[in-house]
């Protein structure tokens, strides 16, 4: 059995204790298990996407003018 998998057991087993043992819902335990374990897998390990994610711009608040109708001659 590969370490992925018995981790992926582990948290399955800690899930379902955590619920108060319910019957026949394994395969919703297994499958949020796998789903946090091979997140948290992926995420430790492409640092390059976390960067790209941490440079993505904000968006900017757009600030309203409002003008006058009248317009401002300058003297020259």
């Known amino acids: 059995m590969s370490n992925v998998e ?11 204790i ?5 019957q026949g819902q394994a395969d919703i335990y297994w499958l949020n298990a796998q789903r946090e ?8 390990s492409n640092t390059a996407h ?5 440079a993505t711009p904000k968006p900017v608040k757009k600030v309203n003018v409002t003008r006058s ?5 300058r003297a020259a």
Do not use: F, N
């Not at 018995?6 to 379902?16: D, G, M, Q, V």
């Open 6 to 16: 018995e981790k992926i057991r582990e948290r399955a087993y800690h899930l379902w």
């Open 18 to 22: 955590a619920d108060g043992q319910p």
């Open 37 to 44: 374990i091979l997140t948290t897998s992926l995420e430790g």
């Open 50 to 54: 976390m960067d790209l994610v941490s």
């Open 69 to 73: 109708g009248k317009s401002k001659t």
